[in-house]
């Protein structure tokens, strides 16, 4: 807090901002000069005390429905997540963990499933602690599975990194991406990403870039995606303009963006991965005074898959920042009024 009042250290960074804000028990658009926004654009986050919940129940988890059936339910809550549809997401989970904890005996993988969704959507939603506690119980039951341990990794990494804890987040993945190397493309190399971008949290630029082209390597012969980590080219491209974003070369990540988003791999990135990305292209824009570019990468967000810009606090958080100017470019006024984030 003391650099940040000198100007020593920008408050740049989601996770800084937020844990700032925790520290003085305020919300973290005070931070940025906002007042608070009403409930508008905000509903998802209404059902996380469910998910608490359903987290918290330590009692008999008696079967409800079939192998087949929860099976079917976990695609339905993996498909509905990846097109961004949070509000739908939190109405289905405490009733999915609940279902998955019941075959567990029979079918562990489901219940592996249904806590990393739960992650992250939690990460999505600004409560990174408790999507933490959804990945390590996904890393229990995975148990000496290292396929499952290993996709249960990427949600414990995305969850540290949320918290600001990139080194923690950097030694579980590479933990997990040496034991599972020889079992799954996609997990491995989705594990390589993670680990890269906690390196970058951390400013360490060589490894960064050593993780990320063995990533690359891994893209370029992965196949099936069983586990839904939205791994392969495109992902490794995405990664590269937000570790340059982590590594403050604002520059350069939006060099890196003009290129990427011209190219096919990424369109094939499911709509919540291509929404967040353009939050962070949006940030990397803010960064370097580009007010236009970084509203244009907003509206492209919430053109695709608007609860990624209109619930999820970073993207909030950049929108204000972004409306701030006089006058605010066009497109993220409307959003701003949207979201709650004017008067």
Do not use: N
């Amino acid at each position: 807090m003391d650099k940040t009042e000198r100007g020593v250290r920008p408050l740049d960074r989601y996770p800084v901002i937020q844990e700032i804000a925790r520290v003085l028990r305020v919300d973290p658009l005070v931070l940025l000069g906002e007042h608070r926004p009403p409930s508008i654009g905000a509903g998802p986050v209404d059902g996380v005390d469910g998910i608490r919940a359903a987290l918290a129940r330590y009692d008999d988890h008696r079967a409800t429905a079939s192998v087949v059936e929860t099976g079917r339910h976990v695609a339905h809550a993996w498909l509905t997540y990846q097109h961004a549809h949070y509000a739908q997401v939190v109405r289905l989970l405490p009733r999915l963990l609940h279902a998955a904890q019941g075959v567990r005996a029979q079918e562990p993988g489901l219940l592996v499933q249904a806590y990393r969704i739960t992650s992250s959507v939690l990460v999505k939603l600004g409560e990174p602690d408790l999507g933490w506690l959804a990945a390590d119980r996904a890393m229990a039951v995975a148990g000496g599975d290292a396929v499952l341990a290993g996709a249960a990794a990427v949600s414990v990494g995305q969850a540290l990194r949320a918290l600001g804890r990139d080194r923690l987040a950097l030694v579980a993945t590479l933990a997990a991406a040496r034991r599972d190397a020889p079992a799954s493309e996609a997990v491995h190399g989705t594990l390589l990403i993670q680990a890269a971008l906690a390196a970058a949290g951390c400013g360490d630029a060589h490894r960064t870039e050593e993780l990320i082209e063995r990533a690359a390597e891994v893209a370029a012969v992965a196949g099936d995606d069983p586990h839904r980590t939205g791994f392969g080219p495109g992902a490794v491209e995405a990664a590269r303009v937000v570790a340059a974003l982590e590594l403050g070369d604002a520059g350069e990540a939006v060099r890196r963006h003009e290129q990427t988003v011209r190219g096919q791999a990424w369109r094939r990135l499911p709509a919540e991965h291509r929404t967040a990305y353009l939050v962070d292209a949006a940030r990397a824009y803010l960064q370097i005074g580009a007010l236009r570019g970084a509203a244009r990468a907003l509206v492209d967000a919430d053109a695709v898959a608007p609860a990624e810009v209109r619930c999820r606090p970073l993207a909030r958080t950049v929108i204000a920042e972004v409306a701030r100017a006089h006058p605010a470019p066009a497109g993220v006024a409307r959003l701003a009024t949207l979201v709650g984030l004017t008067r």
